[in-house]
């Protein structure tokens, strides 16, 4: 079979050549040229002398002037030694990769080419075939950005990593990382294994529940079922270790690769009954039944979590039951406006008594509610007590105007005096960034990877400020 296969192969190129031989030059050029981006025939001088090319564009790399000039005259100075050896013919295998040379034109790209060459007995013109990678060193270039930037990436996110991984390990307070299906310890820090001990192999693997004392063991598992459906943490006391230490742990659950588990912070026991009693006595110390005031209102400790509400608070904040709201934070209907709440308790702190305080009340809903605030604080219990009294729509608030308002400059000016400066200054410099993240995103038409380019930060860093922000579905207006 080989020597049939060789016979044929070499009376097809007699075919070829005989084809050839029966065209005129422009032809067998046009011929050529319905599978190529450019073809040349050069003469026995090295000079062109028929080119075609499908892309007018080709033209103005010095092809369409390209006849009676050499082919090297044609191409950039690192190409030459190229196309000497490509119109040699002496490198066989060369020939049939193809050699990739480069035109040059003013004020343009270089043009790269691949060309290979086809010379018959008796055939008068080297034959040169082209093909245009314009579009795959585009690619190229492109795959390389991408690498870049997933590189880039990569290594903010290992050193984000790095960061949390040292604070986790460092940190005084003892964490765990509970898996919440299976109950196993995935993680814990150098002060968890001091507390609750684990052996000098350590407790990453193990049941958690194993470290505790058998009686103790049902509680937790319940608190452990408990936290993983609840949105508040949960705290259970008077627990003792397997070594017999006493502790007290706080239970919050999170969501990881689609799966429930638990950070779990613990402490010795001592301390978490000191703070209990504490409670305690300031639950027992509250000096207004709030259940008696004809507005809405709510009890608060001096970090702003609150211990108590009246069911027209509830209504107010269209929170459907008590538990709802107890042990949360206040700013949590007040996050559009956080700098008018540290202000409110900042006076509270120093004058105990605030009055006619305007801000706006954001419900369960997103629906947004003006509403004037008054608390006095007790300075014996530490606690708040802050009534909230609907207003119109239109009432002035005190508040920084939103960003690229007319009225903003005026605003900024208005609020001194009634805002502490240092606190100003941090707020104006949030409505800068999030002015300059708008505008970049109008100005690249919402690409996210131009805007960061533009701003001078990472895409990773893009999109964390797009998030504190609220702009991860922003649209350019126009």
């Given at each position: 079979?080989?020597?049939?296969?060789?016979?044929?192969?070499?009376?097809?190129?007699?075919?070829?050549?005989?084809?050839?031989?029966?065209?005129?030059?422009?032809?067998?050029?046009?011929?050529?040229?319905?599978?190529?981006?450019?073809?040349?025939?050069?003469?026995?001088?090295?000079?062109?002398?028929?080119?075609?090319?499908?892309?007018?564009?080709?033209?103005?790399?010095?092809?369409?002037?390209?006849?009676?000039?050499?082919?090297?005259?044609?191409?950039?100075?690192?190409?030459?030694?190229?196309?000497?050896?490509?119109?040699?013919?002496?490198?066989?295998?060369?020939?049939?990769?193809?050699?990739?040379?480069?035109?040059?034109?003013?004020?343009?790209?270089?043009?790269?080419?691949?060309?290979?060459?086809?010379?018959?007995?008796?055939?008068?013109?080297?034959?040169?075939?082209?093909?245009?990678?314009?579009?795959?060193?585009?690619?190229?270039?492109?795959?390389?950005?991408?690498?870049?930037?997933?590189?880039?990436?990569?290594?903010?996110?290992?050193?984000?990593?790095?960061?949390?991984?040292?604070?986790?390990?460092?940190?005084?307070?003892?964490?765990?990382?509970?898996?919440?299906?299976?109950?196993?310890?995935?993680?814990?820090?150098?002060?968890?294994?001091?507390?609750?001990?684990?052996?000098?192999?350590?407790?990453?693997?193990?049941?958690?529940?194993?470290?505790?004392?058998?009686?103790?063991?049902?509680?937790?598992?319940?608190?452990?079922?408990?936290?993983?459906?609840?949105?508040?943490?949960?705290?259970?006391?008077?627990?003792?270790?397997?070594?017999?230490?006493?502790?007290?742990?706080?239970?919050?659950?999170?969501?990881?690769?689609?799966?429930?588990?638990?950070?779990?912070?613990?402490?010795?026991?001592?301390?978490?009954?000191?703070?209990?009693?504490?409670?305690v006595e300031r639950r027992n110390d509250r000096p207004v039944d709030l259940a008696e005031?004809?507005?809405?209102?709510?009890?608060?400790?001096?970090?702003?979590?609150?211990?108590?509400?009246?069911?027209?608070?509830?209504?107010?904040?269209?929170?459907?039951?008590?538990?709802?709201?107890?042990?949360?934070?206040?700013?949590?209907?007040?996050?559009?406006?956080?700098?008018?709440?540290?202000?409110?308790?900042?006076?509270?702190?120093?004058?105990?008594?605030?009055?006619?305080?305007?801000?706006?009340?954001?419900?369960?809903?997103?629906?947004?509610?003006?509403?004037?605030?008054?608390?006095?604080?007790?300075?014996?219990?530490?606690?708040?007590?802050?009534?909230?009294?609907?207003?119109?729509?239109?009432?002035?608030?005190?508040?920084?105007?939103?960003?690229?308002?007319?009225?903003?400059?005026?605003?900024?000016?208005?609020?001194?005096?009634?805002?502490?400066?240092?606190?100003?200054?941090?707020?104006?410099?949030?409505?800068?960034?999030?002015?300059?993240?708008?505008?970049?995103?109008?100005?690249?038409n919402n690409n996210r990877a131009s805007a960061a380019e533009m701003l001078g930060l990472?895409?990773?860093?893009?999109?964390?400020?797009?998030?504190?922000?609220?702009?991860?579905?922003?649209?350019?207006?126009?």
């Amino acid at each position: 079979m080989k020597p049939h296969n060789g016979k044929n192969a070499m009376h097809g190129a007699e075919i070829a050549v005989s084809l050839l031989k029966a065209l005129d030059a422009d032809s067998i050029v046009a011929l050529i040229g319905l599978g190529a981006d450019i073809v040349l025939l050069i003469d026995q001088d090295q000079k062109v002398a028929r080119v075609h090319y499908t892309d007018p564009d080709i033209g103005h790399y010095g092809l369409d002037k390209a006849v009676g000039k050499r082919l090297q005259d044609l191409v950039t100075i690192e190409s030459l030694p190229k196309v000497e050896a490509m119109l040699s013919g002496r490198d066989s295998v060369r020939q049939a990769r193809g050699y990739q040379v480069n035109h040059s034109c003013e004020g343009r790209s270089d043009l790269p080419v691949l060309y290979s060459t086809f010379a018959a007995q008796g055939f008068s013109y080297t034959l040169v075939i082209g093909r245009e990678l314009r579009q795959q060193m585009l690619d190229q270039q492109r795959l390389v950005e991408t690498q870049m930037e997933l590189e880039a990436d990569y290594r903010e996110l290992q050193e984000a990593e790095a960061r949390y991984r040292t604070a986790f390990r460092v940190s005084g307070i003892a964490h765990v990382m509970l898996d919440g299906e299976r109950k196993t310890i995935l993680d814990a820090n150098a002060a968890a294994l001091n507390l609750i001990g684990g052996g000098a192999t350590g407790i990453v693997g193990k049941p958690f529940r194993d470290l505790f004392r058998k009686q103790d063991r049902e509680a937790l598992g319940d608190a452990i079922g408990e936290a993983r459906h609840s949105a508040s943490p949960v705290r259970l006391e008077t627990l003792k270790t397997a070594k017999g230490d006493p502790v007290s742990l706080s239970l919050r659950s999170y969501r990881e690769n689609g799966v429930t588990n638990l950070i779990i912070s613990a402490w010795q026991g001592a301390d978490a009954q000191e703070a209990g009693s504490m409670q305690v006595e300031r639950r027992n110390d509250r000096p207004v039944d709030l259940a008696e005031v004809p507005e809405p209102a709510v009890q608060t400790n001096d970090q702003g979590q609150i211990v108590g509400a009246n069911t027209l608070f509830l209504d107010l904040a269209q929170a459907p039951s008590i538990s709802q709201v107890v042990g949360r934070s206040l700013g949590t209907w007040f996050s559009k406006t956080s700098l008018d709440l540290h202000v409110f308790y900042s006076r509270l702190a120093e004058e105990q008594v605030v009055r006619g305080f305007t801000t706006t009340l954001t419900d369960n809903l997103s629906g947004d509610r003006p509403v004037m605030m008054s608390a006095r604080r007790n300075p014996e219990t530490g606690l708040t007590q802050v009534i909230f009294v609907a207003q119109p729509a239109s009432i002035e608030r005190r508040a920084i105007p939103a960003p690229g308002s007319p009225e903003q400059a005026d605003g900024f000016a208005n609020l001194v005096g009634r805002v502490p400066l240092k606190d100003l200054v941090r707020e104006s410099l949030e409505v800068i960034e999030k002015i300059c993240i708008e505008a970049a995103l109008d100005q690249t038409n919402n690409n996210r990877a131009s805007a960061a380019e533009m701003l001078g930060l990472s895409r990773q860093s893009l999109y964390i400020k797009l998030r504190r922000h609220g702009l991860e579905d922003y649209r350019p207006s126009n």
